[in-house]
């Protein structure tokens, strides 16, 4: 089992940057393929980016293509997702999710954390 808990949310203004983090304590982070995610009030959760376990291969929703990327660093058990060129519609809550077998765009993560919030103003 793995617990996850993110942070490096917070207030920034459009076209600004943030890089959020997702440590994970428990299961070694080598085990699980990751994912982030995200709810914007009054919406459904939406897929962000993913990572497979070995920090090769990794897939984006087409409106964070080119402005945010997924990154992880086993040693440090800890997932990041850096994000450029921000928009007021990024503004949501950002959750990390894990599994050990699951990676893709849907919400098949046995493990997720409690968010940290983004709020980009225009």
């Known amino acids: 089992q793995v617990q996850l808990v993110e942070s490096g949310g917070g207030l920034v203004q459009a076209g600004g940057s943030l890089r959020l983090s997702c440590a994970t304590s428990?299961?070694?982070?080598?085990?699980?393929?990751m994912g982030w995610f995200r709810q914007a009030p009054g919406k459904e959760r939406k897929f962000v980016a993913a990572i497979r376990w070995s920090g090769l291969h990794t897939i984006y929703a087409e409106s964070v293509k080119g402005r945010f990327t997924i990154s992880r660093d086993n040693a440090e058990n800890t997932v990041y997702l850096q994000m450029n060129s921000l928009k007021p519609e990024d503004t949501a809550i950002y959750y990390c999710?894990?599994?050990?077998?699951?990676w893709g765009r849907g919400y098949d993560y046995d493990y997720w954390g409690q968010g940290t919030q983004v709020t980009v103003s225009s």
């Open positions: 999710a894990a599994d050990e077998s699951y």
């Open positions: 428990g299961r070694t982070l080598r085990a699980y393929h």
